[in-house]
């Protein structure tokens, strides 16, 4: 919640500069990335001190059963970087009406099946997951999301009659990157999340190769504005990547039993 309310806050104010001051650059980049910054890095020591011992300062790898990676002070800034850096690839693939909260929707679902199952000593024993105490809690706040997520979508549908804007998308992304945090899945939830992966790598590649070559490496980055330079019709790609969302979902879910 905490990460939720201050990434919202973050957005808010950019959202709130743009609009009341007709400036489109909005909150300085610097501005924005250090409060982001300071927001999951007060998080990552937070849920650092709450995990049990065993689980402190580790990253679990999917597909894998026993092998956990110590980052030892390391830990609150990977946790950090999660959680922006999800924050940030959501609020890239807010481009399209509707484009970006159904794979939000559908990490969600993941996450709460996943939460409950990491909080459950007799389902995380059976399918030989790392159990993490108090975490089942998690799949309440999931379904609040998958139901705010839902209702926003039936206003947010081409033609869209509101708008997610930074609020929702840095929020959302955020919450997402702390929930994945806190049940030791960070790596999964890049799978779950690849389309947010896929997106943001398509802006840092463009903006690489550009300063370095002055060509463009995509007609127009994100990606999916890279597909309607090229004749795709907003629901078509819309509708494609909610394809590949659900597909990477079901990815997912497989490391849970394929380990």
């Known amino acids: 919640m905490f990460v939720t309310a201050a990434f919202g806050a973050v957005g808010f104010a950019d959202d709130y500069l743009k609009l009341s001051k007709r400036n489109t650059a909005g909150f300085s980049k610097r501005a924005r990335l250090g409060s982001e910054f300071a927001a999951s890095l007060i998080a990552g020591y937070w849920m650092e001190s709450l995990m049990p011992p065993e689980l402190r300062n580790m990253v679990a790898f999917p597909f894998v059963k026993d ?146 070559t002055k060509r463009r490496v995509f007609l127009m980055a994100p990606l999916h504005h890279h597909f309607e330079k090229k004749g795709w019709q907003e629901p078509k790609i819309v509708i494609r990547f909610w394809i590949v969302s659900i597909l990477l979902g079901l990815a997912g879910l497989a490391t849970l039993k394929l380990r």
């Open 67 to 212: 092998f956990l990676l110590p980052l030892g002070f390391a830990f609150p800034l990977f946790a950090m970087l999660t959680m922006t850096g999800f924050g940030n690839a959501v609020n890239f693939t807010d481009g399209l009406d509707g484009l970006a909260i159904v794979p939000v929707v559908i990490a969600a679902l993941v996450f709460a099946l996943i939460a409950y199952l990491v909080g459950n000593r007799v389902f995380a024993d059976y399918l030989q997951l790392h159990l993490v105490p108090g975490t089942g809690e998690l799949a309440v706040f999931c379904a609040a999301l998958i139901g705010a997520g839902l209702g926003f979508l039936w206003f947010n549908a081409t033609p869209a009659d509101v708008f997610m804007g930074d609020t929702g998308s840095l929020s959302l992304g955020g919450a997402l990157g702390a929930v994945a945090v806190a049940v030791k899945h960070e790596l999964v939830l890049c799978i779950v999340g690849g389309l947010f992966v896929v997106e943001t790598l398509s802006v840092v590649i463009q903006v690489f190769w550009y300063k370095r």
